[in-house]
Nanobody, 126 residues
Framework: VQLQASGGGLVQPDGSLRLSCAAPGFTPDGYAIGWFRRAPGKEREGVSCISSSDASTYYVDSVKGRFTISRDKAKNTVHLQMNNLKPEDTGVYYC????????????????????WGQGTLVTVSS
């Protein structure tokens, strides 16, 4: 299984993008689903997570109040709505399924996630 991230692109500062995460035949029920990003020259960072059991969410401090993660159960898709984007949000965004937990924990631990697919590039620039 590879979770495909889509919806990235070039956007000006203060703009918005909506990322989607899905895979044919994959049902995210039972897994916490997380979004990670890798900015140029930096290590991978856990950005946001949504739990399976109670839909509780986690956000890294730098995106709180700007990003919203959600599940569309009918379409087996997880979205990341990104508003008020900043240049420091630039990077490749990936989604993964936490094979060890159904609830999000802080901080997000990348080694707990799998089913990585190709990410989607988000570039915030004027």
């Amino acid at each position: 299984v590879q979770l495909q991230a889509s919806g990235g692109g070039l956007v000006q500062p203060d703009g918005s993008l909506r990322l989607s995460c899905a895979a044919p035949g994959f049902t995210p029920d039972g897994y916490a689903i997380g979004w990670f990003r890798r900015a140029p020259g930096k290590e991978r960072e856990g950005v946001s997570c949504i739990s399976s059991s109670d839909a509780s969410t986690y956000y890294v401090d730098s995106v709180k109040g700007r990003f919203t993660i959600s599940r569309d159960k009918a379409k087996n898709t997880v979205h990341l709505q990104m508003n008020n984007l900043k240049p420091e949000d630039t990077g490749v965004y990936y989604c993964g399924a936490n094979l060890m937990r159904s609830r999000c924990v802080s901080p997000m631990r990348g080694y707990e996630y799998d089913y990585w697919g190709q990410g989607t590039l988000v570039t915030v620039s004027s």
